[in-house]
């Protein structure tokens, strides 16, 4: 079910004129991030590498005057400090970063090339702390702000075959925890939210069999795979100041999946088909 942003729940979350960042902005969580800042009227700059996309998330947004697109490689380092520093001639300091940007491929770690490895986590590691150094300065120099990096179940659960995913979203979470520690003192705040079998264009081509995707649903308590619209709006708490006092945590947004492991493990005698009826 999408999540309508009402202007009770822009109030509520005291967004409105906050300066953010979202990387990654052109795919579906960072769009739909995206979407709900402006809603709760922030202004956002949307960063992607794909401009075609980004053009296309910018002009669905609406608000113009708050939204600024900005091609953008998180993997290097002159790309971010030129879009920083875009955003803060334009806006002022950036004291909200949603640190998005992702990349996924099969390899088994055996097997996996040294240039495959390095390249994932250029994107999904390095590129998270080169956009938290480059905007946290600004965030410092502004005496404060928030820092909320899309990290993933499979950063506690090892995802096989997966390439070096799993150990780049684990490096996002003591990233996360390593920036709150750090910039504490210095009013910055870092948390991080963790989906599980999200349906977004990264993900789609796991649900185009029916058969796969009610599996997934079935061994998930919610029932559901979840979307974007979940994700963004535990992003959006966060980045609040209703979460003022939360640093270096993660929240997982799974539906309850990470609970129901040992109810997925054959128990003859303790299964829902074996529960005694109930009295009448």
């Not at 822009?10 to 800042?37: D, F, K, M, P």
């Not at 993997?75 to 949603?98: C, E, M, N």
């Not at 993660?250 to 088909?273: C, H, M, N, S, Y």
Request: glycine residues 12%.
């Amino acid at each position: 079910m999408a999540v309508a942003i009402e202007e009770s729940n822009a109030g509520w979350l005291a967004l409105g004129g906050r300066v953010c960042a979202v990387t990654g902005a052109g795919g579906g969580i960072g769009a739909e991030v995206a979407r709900q800042l402006v809603a709760a009227g922030a202004r956002v700059a949307l960063l992607d590498r794909d401009a075609d996309t980004l053009k296309a998330v910018a002009d669905g947004l609406g608000a113009a005057d708050r939204v600024m697109r900005l091609a953008c490689d998180v993997t290097r380092p002159d790309s971010i400090q030129r879009a920083a520093d875009q955003v803060r001639d334009a806006w002022g300091p950036v004291t909200l970063l949603v640190n998005n940007a992702g990349a996924l491929y099969a390899d088994a770690v055996m097997d996996i090339a040294l240039d495959r490895w390095n390249q994932l986590l250029s994107v999904n590691l390095s590129g998270y702390l080169l956009c938290a150094q480059i905007f946290g300065r600004q965030m410092i120099a502004a005496g404060g702000g928030a820092m909320v990096h899309i990290a993933s179940i499979s950063a506690s659960i090892p995802q096989p075959y997966s390439g070096a995913y799993s150990v780049s979203k684990a490096g996002v979470k003591m990233l996360s925890q390593l920036l709150a520690v750090e910039l504490g003192e210095q009013g910055v705040r870092s948390n991080v939210v963790s989906p599980a079998m999200i349906r977004t264009p990264m993900s789609e081509g796991i649900y185009t069999d029916p058969q796969v995707l009610r599996r997934r649903e079935q061994i998930v308590p919610a029932g559901r795979v979840s979307t974007p619209e979940d994700i963004a709006g535990a992003v959006l708490f966060l980045a609040s100041e209703r979460a003022g006092y939360i640093s270096g945590q993660e929240i997982l947004v799974d539906g309850g999946l990470t609970q129901a492991w040992l109810g997925l493990i054959p128990r003859p005698g303790f299964e829902k088909e074996d529960a005694p009826a109930p009295a009448a």
